[in-house]
């Protein structure tokens, strides 16, 4: 009978042990989400500080029919369009970069609209273009789908912007 009973506080004593671990293991994950969430608001904080007057501006996914519905139903709205690939690695480090240049787009920059086209989706569009490269940037400000001006590969957004800004000159 001693001997049941000491298995038996033996028995308890390692329920307690596994209940008090599973809590305080419950207590670790909790500390951790709210660290980990903690560290997402700072994140965001430090990448908006210091831009003042910038605010985000969705780069839209559009297909063919819909950049040709943005250039008839507005010619006079430029339209920067970024053809693209997902399996492009020189897309995927291009596309933050053009949405970098639409958060910074000022003055006569912000009325254009910035959209990006999945060239694996619109090839037709793509072949009619003559994009024969990606990440290839294109400037469109009339309904009959001729760019006024072109770049191929990676550029900062600055550079994005001011390519735009300068095709637009020339074409006035």
């Known amino acids: 009978m001693h001997l ?5 506080t033996s028995l308890k004593s390692r329920k307690v042990t596994n209940m008090t671990f599973q809590v305080v293991m419950i207590a670790l994950l909790a500390v951790a989400a709210v660290i980990a969430v903690v ?52 897309c995927t480090r291009m596309e933050p970069l053009f949405q970098a240049a639409a958060d910074q787009a000022e003055g006569a920059l912000a009325g254009i609209n910035y959209v990006r086209i999945n060239v694996d989706e619109n090839r037709s569009t793509v072949r009619r273009l003559g994009i024969k490269r990606i990440p290839m940037l294109m400037v469109f400000k009339s309904s ?22 300068e095709a637009l000159v020339r074409q006035s």
Do not use: W, Y
């Open 39 to 90: 560290a997402l608001q700072r994140g965001k904080t430090a990448q908006t500080s210091g831009k003042s007057n910038t605010t985000s501006r969705p780069v839209s996914l559009i297909n063919a029919l819909d950049l040709k519905e943005m250039l008839t139903s507005a010619p006079e709205r430029p339209v920067a369009v970024l053809f693209f690939s997902n399996r492009c690695p020189a």
């Open 4 to 8: 049941e009973r000491k298995q038996a």
């Open 144 to 165: 009959d789908e001729q760019a006024l001006d072109s770049h191929l590969g990676i550029m900062e957004p600055a550079q994005i912007n001011k390519f735009i800004a």
